[in-house]
């Protein structure tokens, strides 16, 4: 399971407000069931690597759709083998050593 936090940033733009486009990319997160946390900066997605991904490429896809010409996009991805990642768990391991 993969923990992948993503920035979409329209660019080409009328206007300096994004909540639009990123409201139009949310929509995305629901209809693919995949687990997701919006933050005042990103979202963040568990799901499987590829599954990740594919549906990032889809919110990109929203933010054209929406009206922007561009979309700058930055994804970190933290793909642990070792042992089960979870969002829950990467927060509670630095509350646990504060």
């Known amino acids: 399971m993969a923990v992948v936090e993503v920035c979409l940033i329209p660019i080409g733009t009328k206007e300096t407000s994004v909540s639009k486009y990123v409201a139009e990319a949310e929509k995305i997160l629901m209809a693919e069931g995949v687990k997701y946390k ?39 991805m933290d793909d642990r083998r070792d042992k089960k990642a979870s969002m829950e768990q990467k927060i509670k391991s630095v509350e646990d050593k504060l």
């Open 38 to 76: 919006l933050n005042p900066m990103g979202t963040v997605i568990e799901a499987d690597a590829d599954k990740a991904l594919e549906v990032i490429r889809k919110m990109q896809e929203s933010v054209f759709d929406k009206g922007a010409d561009r979309v700058y996009s930055v994804i970190k």
